[in-house]
């Protein structure tokens, strides 16, 4: 069973950072593509980042200047730091997993994490 659980989500006030992490299935974290996703209130769900197994990474929008994507083999955990944060960060962030190299339609999600950036 493929499984993704993110953890890190939080309250913080504009200007600060978090780590969000994905405990992923081994067999899925080891072959295919991982990508964070958010969706904020009355939006669709936006791609933020995404990874494949060599380390190649991009990021939408303007986030590669605040935002870092990173996974960790050995413990089968996709990261993302982000820095800067701004209210317009506030979403529920997505792990997603998928064979292809693409920008929607992932195969595997997570259940989702609250991020709230408030002062």
């Known amino acids: 069973q493929v499984q993704l659980v993110e953890s890190g989500g939080d309250l913080v006030q504009p200007g600060g950072s978090l780590r969000l992490s994905c405990q992923a299935s081994?067999?899925?974290?080891?072959?295919?593509?991982m990508a964070w996703f958010r969706q904020s209130p009355g939006k669709e769900r936006e791609l933020v980042a995404r990874m494949d197994v060599s380390g190649y990474k991009d990021y939408q929008n303007t986030e590669k200047a605040r935002f870092t994507i990173s996974r960790d083999f050995a413990k089968s955990t996709l990261y993302l730091d982000m820095n800067g944060l701004k209210i317009e960060d506030t979403a529920v962030y997505y792990c997603?997993?998928?064979?292809?190299?693409?920008?929607?339609?992932?195969?595997?999600w997570g259940q989702g994490i609250q991020v709230t950036v408030s002062a």
């Open positions: 081994r067999s899925i974290f080891e072959t295919y593509v």
């Open positions: 997603a997993a998928d064979r292809a190299w693409q920008l929607k339609n992932y195969e595997y």
